[in-house]
């Protein structure tokens, strides 16, 4: 009677632990993928708004040259994509990289045809919460200096051609925002200014910098 106790006990603690271990092997593995997503300081975020462009005299008569007809640009929509490493003893520095893509609506110029012009730039960045000094959270500013394409188009609607100008070559942006954290994601609202130099090949001129820069405003959304 002894021995029959004895081995339904040995069972029975058998059967426990073995339980036990299936649920440690099961749970352990859910609460390290959850630490670890929850530790991981990489920030993504996405965004939209709108700009100016601003083009000088210079690069306006080189245009002129380069697309037969001069135009001021109207405004811009801008949409931005990035991504950022900032781990806590950064201290709300975050370190990444940024894309940028801008297009203006048709504008008319002078001899009434239809002018367009699109860029893009991709970026190492610096954003930094310096007074929260935690990241997505208050105030921050923000840099970055990236490369990119300019693209001008004239569209001419009586013998329905176009004629381009491509131009390639460095941007400076800097930003000054504000995020609002809703859980572990944000919600920002900032204004940038950008400036930007590019190089392209001017018909009768060869290569000329054409310069412009932008100023506007963004929502972004952070996660």
Partial sequence: MKIATLAVSIMFLASFCAKAQTNFETQEPKQKLATMEKNIPIYGEFGFGLGQTIIPASTQDILTIALGGAFKPVGALNTTTAFYYAPKKWKGLGLGTRFMLSGGSGAKGANGDDYFFNYYNLS????????????????YIRGALGIGQLTTKRANDA????????AIGNTLTANIGYSL???QKAISLEI???TSSRS????????????????GGNIIYSF
């Fill in 124 to 139: 190492v960045s610096a954003k930094y919460y310096a007074l929260s000094r935690k990241f997505n959270e208050g105030l």
């Fill in 200 to 215: 392209g090949t001017i018909n009768t001129l060869g290569d000329r910098a054409l310069k412009s820069s932008q100023i």
């Fill in 159 to 166: 013998s329905k051609s176009f004629t381009h100008q491509f």
């Fill in 192 to 194: 940038h200014y950008e």
């Fill in 181 to 183: 954290p809703i859980g």
